[in-house]
């Protein structure tokens, strides 16, 4: 009887012990599996936080590249803008003002008799002296308030020496020279006193004066309308 029950208590527990690993093999897969489909979900997550990430990264790069663009196109127009202003002061079309001196011209006899011709400064005398000056070193020129630029013209209009259509038929003549630096303004003074101009102008009846080197002299902007020639817009 005893042998009977431990036989029947072997056999329940064998029986019981192999239920248990059944349901622990039937278990464990679906476990195995449900961590399996977290883990993959979790790495989506990461995924997805690492995507928004970098397209967070790269707006910011976007920004700060745009930002330097904006800032790159404002240095180049201020740029632009000041080659503009250089090219204007070089072509005479704004004020300017640095050392140089004035030449005065004006009639050496200041009365006339009768039947006497009028004293005139003629163009080529006057062109004469304008080329001198920027052979000496002058960098702008005025002439009675007419600010000289590469395409003036200095000519004879019915008897009367014309700047750019400004007549000079009143003495005294001003013309304001302004050199680059005062070294220059002196270099360009000096050579006028060695020069045989005030004995040219004498010859015309002129008196050929020059002032010392001024630390500043202002010039004004020419302000005639410039006329472009032989130009035509590009076809894009």
């Not at 007419?146 to 020496?161: A, G, H, K, P």
């Not at 006028?192 to 004066?209: G, H, R, T, Y």
């Amino acid at each position: 009887m005893k042998k009977s029950i431990v036989i029947f208590s072997l056999v329940t527990l064998l029986i019981g012990f192999m239920i248990a690993i059944q349901f622990r093999s039937v278990q464990e897969p679906d476990q195995r599996d449900t961590r399996d489909i977290w883990e993959v979900r979790e790495l989506i997550i990461q995924e997805k936080e690492l995507q928004s990430e970098l397209i967070r990264e790269i707006r910011e790069i976007e920004e700060k590249l745009a930002q330097y663009q904006e800032t790159q196109a404002q240095e180049e127009l201020e740029v632009l803008n000041s080659t503009l202003e250089e090219f204007k002061v070089e072509a005479g079309l704004t004020k300017y003002s640095g050392p140089g001196l004035i030449i005065s011209i004006s009639p050496y006899f200041q009365g006339i008799e009768l039947g006497q011709d009028a004293v005139v400064l003629s163009p080529e005398m006057l062109s004469k002296l304008v080329n001198d000056l920027y052979m000496y070193g002058a960098k702008h020129i005025s002439i009675q308030g007419q600010r000289l630029i590469n395409s003036s013209v200095i000519r004879d209009i019915n008897n009367e020496t014309h700047v750019d259509g400004l007549p000079l038929n009143r003495f005294p003549i001003e013309i304001k020279v302004v050199a680059e630096n005062e070294e220059l303004a002196e270099k360009v003074y000096n050579r006028i006193q060695a020069s045989s101009l005030e004995d040219e102008f004498f010859v015309e009846d002129l008196k050929f004066s020059v002032s010392n080197v001024m630390d500043k002299v202002e010039l004004p902007a020419y302000l005639d309308s410039i006329e472009i020639g032989n130009m035509k817009p590009v076809e894009e």
